[in-house]
C-alpha cells in the first residue's frame, strides 16, 4: 500500500479529533498500519488542534514531516495557514471556509487574513487547494456539528479507501440517533468532493 501522510488541523470543538479517530479506525479496518498523534492546545477554550496520521503496510514514526503532508485538512481558515510548510507539492490542502476569530484579532491587535490571502499563502506550497463552504452545508442540514463529517466526506474522494468501509467506520462511532445524519453529512462531503476535484482533474 501507497504511504499517506495526512494533518487534521482546526480548534477546538470542532471535532477534530473525532474526526481522527474515525479516519484512524477506517484505515485500519481497509488493513492499513495506522499511526496517529495528536496535539490538543487548551482545546477546551478554542485553542488550535492537530492530528497527525499517517497511513502504511508498516508506519514508524506517528509524525508527519515538513514538506511530506499528502493531505492537509483543515476545519478552520487560519488553522490551514499554520501548517502550509508541512504540505508535499502534490498535496492537497483542503479547508472548511470557516473564520473563527482568534483573541489577537477580536482584540483589534491583528488582522484576519483574507480567503484571497490564505488561498495565495497554500498555494506556495501546493496548486491542489480546495475551499469546502462545509459550515453551511452543515447549517443547511440543521446541525452544525457536522462540519467535520462533511469534510470526513470530501476527504474520502481522495483515499483509496471505498465509501462503504467509510460508511461502516462512522456509523459505530455517533451515537445511533445521529447515525442518519451523519451518514448524509458524509455522503454530501464525498458528493462535494467529486463536485470540485473531479471538475479540475477533468
Not at 86 to 92: F, I, P, V
Not at 117 to 140: H, I, K, N, P
Not at 170 to 182: D, H, S, Y
Request: with cysteine.
Amino acid at each position: 500500500m501507497k504511504k499517506i501522510d495526512l494533518l487534521l488541523s482546526g480548534i477546538g470543538g470542532q471535532g477534530v479529533i473525532l474526526a481522527s479517530n474515525i479516519l484512524a479506525e477506517v484505515a485500519i479496518g481497509f488493513n492499513y498500519d495506522v499511526k496517529k498523534s495528536d496535539t490538543l492546545g487548551m482545546a477546551q477554550r478554542g485553542g488550535a488542534v492537530v492530528s497527525h496520521i499517517r497511513l502504511a503496510d508498516k508506519v514508524k514514526s506517528p509524525l508527519v514531516q515538513k514538506g511530506n503532508v499528502d493531505v492537509l485538512l483543515s476545519f478552520e481558515r487560519l488553522e490551514a495557514g499554520r501548517w502550509v510548510e508541512y504540505l508535499s507539492r502534490e498535496g492537497y490542502a483542503i479547508v472548511n471556509n470557516q473564520c473563527v476569530f482568534p483573541l489577537s484579532v477580536s482584540s483589534g491587535y491583528e488582522a484576519y487574513p483574507s480567503r484571497e490571502q490564505m488561498e495565495q499563502l497554500l498555494e506556495t506550497a501546493t496548486q491542489r487547494v480546495y475551499f469546502v463552504d462545509a459550515l453551511s452545508m452543515a447549517q443547511e442540514m440543521g446541525n452544525q456539528n457536522v462540519v467535520n463529517i462533511i469534510m470526513l466526506g470530501f476527504l474520502s474522494f481522495l483515499l483509496p479507501i471505498d465509501a462503504n468501509t467509510w460508511e461502516s467506520g462512522i456509523a459505530v462511532r455517533v451515537p445511533p440517533k445521529f447515525r442518519e445524519l451523519n451518514l448524509d453529512a458524509f455522503r454530501k462531503g464525498r458528493s462535494e468532493a467529486e463536485r470540485m476535484v473531479g471538475e479540475t482533474s477533468g
